[in-house]
């Protein structure tokens, strides 16, 4: 129950604010360290997204996140302000699934190799992958026993549960294969 309350909280909707809470509560400081939260440009707009460190050097999140000069802000409470255990690092390559479609969101899914790799501390952790074979804002994991289970992908407009996800177990090869050949 209480991994869905934390993504409940950061569920955003296409018009709420960065760090807006939408139906739920504020979670207890640096509790959920591997939760990532993007910038990135399209165009002249500045855009934002979810996501979660996977390992040191990567981040995990919807294929639909991409844009120009992502830079991934790592152990933060509140993006509003500067906290010492924020952690800032730009993306060095963007990775959406060779599959992803955009007119149906379908294999929502991007690795994001960092420039460097984050310092782990308290507040900055890797989640888990599966090993066999919710809610929460676009990029955003769906996690079941400490362990992440899918990416949300989009949702509805009025900030209730999101309609899709995309199952990280169907795959886990590319992000293996991926991961390892950078």
């Known amino acids: 129950m209480q991994p869905l309350l934390l993504l409940v909280a950061f569920l955003l909707t296409p018009r709420a604010k960065a760090g807006e809470i939408i139906g739920g509560h504020e979670v207890k400081p640096h509790s959920r360290p591997y939760m990532a939260y993007l910038q990135y440009w399209i165009q002249d707009d500045k855009m934002t997204c979810g996501g ?10 919807a294929a639909h996140c991409h844009g120009s000069s992502i830079n991934v802000t790592l152990g933060a409470h509140n993006i509003k302000k500067k906290e010492r255990t924020q952690q800032v690092i730009r993306v060095r390559r963007a ?3 060779p599959d992803y479609n955009d007119k149906d969101f379908s294999n929502d ?3 994001l190799k960092l420039e460097r790799k984050a310092k782990q501390t308290s507040a900055v952790k890797p989640l888990s992958l599966p090993r066999a074979m919710a809610r929460g804002d676009s990029g955003g994991p769906l996690i079941c026993g400490n362990v992440a289970q899918g990416i949300v992908s989009y949702g509805r407009k009025d900030g209730s549960t999101p309609r899709a996800y995309t ?3 169907s795959f886990l090869p590319w992000i293996k294969k991926t991961m390892k050949s950078l």
């Open 95 to 97: 990775i959406p699934h």
């Open 52 to 61: 979660f460190l996977v390992r040191q050097d990567f981040v995990l999140t």
């Open 109 to 111: 899914i991007m690795l």
């Open 167 to 169: 199952k990280l177990s």
